[in-house]
Nanobody, 126 residues
Framework: QVQLVESGGGLVQAGGSLRLSCASS????????MGWFRQAPRKEREFVAC????????HYADSVKDRFTISRDNAKNTVYLQMNSLKPEDTAVYYC???????????????????WGQGTQVTVSS
């Protein structure tokens, strides 16, 4: 089994930045794509970003494109989500997830992510 542990969440003012980290253990991290999802209060969980096994391919939700950057360090078994120009509507619990393979073709489909972290809270004040 894979264990995923997110960190880096917190409270930030609108326009600010945060970097989330997700440390992985239990499987060969570099074999798998990784994704970030989020769930705001009273809303369904939604796709945020995904990165292929070697970082060569990334995908973003339209709502975060040009503001968020996903990256990974396979030597550290860690995936990151750099979040800039944060908005109050970015407030959510952010989850990282392991992709089902090297790439995830349908990036927004949660069924393609068999392992999930416990989430980290991000709160953006206006």
């Amino acid at each position: 089994q894979v264990q995923l542990v997110e960190s880096g969440g917190g409270l930030v003012q609108a326009g600010g930045s945060l970097r989330l980290s997700c440390a992985s253990s239990g499987r060969t991290f570099s074999n798998y794509a990784m994704g970030w999802f989020r769930q705001a209060p009273r809303k369904e969980r939604e796709f945020v970003a995904c990165i292929s096994w070697n970082g060569g391919s990334t995908h973003y939700a339209d709502s975060v494109k040009d503001r968020f950057t996903i990256s990974r360090d396979n030597a550290k078994n860690t995936v990151y989500l750099q979040m800039n120009s944060l908005k109050p509507e970015d407030t959510a619990v952010y989850y990282c997830a392991r992709g089902i393979g090297n790439y995830v073709v349908t990036v927004a489909n949660e069924d393609n992510y068999p392992d999930w972290g416990q989430g980290t809270q991000v709160t953006v004040s206006s």
